[in-house]
């Protein structure tokens, strides 16, 4: 059974940082394509951050201020976020990805960045 199961999520103040992990189970998590997508209220879902091959790459809003990792033994990724914003305010999702048809989703974690 493909699981992928997100965590740390949090309320944060602005200039705060979190961490967050999706942690994967049920298929072989070294050759699938890595991401982080966003969903905040009203808005649609975007890409984050994400590996192509082991290259990373990020959303010119996240820059400079968020960094994806991946431990293939523990088959978890994670996404470090600094200096955040109330904008980064959103439902934090991974995604798995091999092929159209081998595409995972986890259920998503709340990240609130407010005073």
């Known amino acids: 059974q493909v699981q992928l199961v997100e965590s740390g999520g949090g309320l944060v103040q602005p200039g705060g940082s979190l961490r967050l992990s999706c942690r994967a189970s049920?298929?072989?998590?070294?050759?699938?394509?890595m991401s982080w997508y966003r969903q905040a209220p009203g808005k649609e879902r975007e890409l984050v951050a994400g590996?192509?091959?082991?290259?990373?790459n990020y959303a010119d809003s996240v820059k400079g201020r968020f960094t994806i990792s991946r431990d293939n033994a523990k088959n978890t990724v994670y996404l470090q976020m600094n200096s955040l914003k109330p904008e980064d305010t959103a439902v934090y999702s991974c995604n798995a990805y091999f092929t159209y048809a081998l595409n995972y989703w986890g259920q998503g974690t709340q990240v609130t960045v407010s005073s």
């Open positions: 590996f192509v091959g082991d290259s990373a």
């Open positions: 049920g298929f072989t998590f070294s050759r699938y394509r």
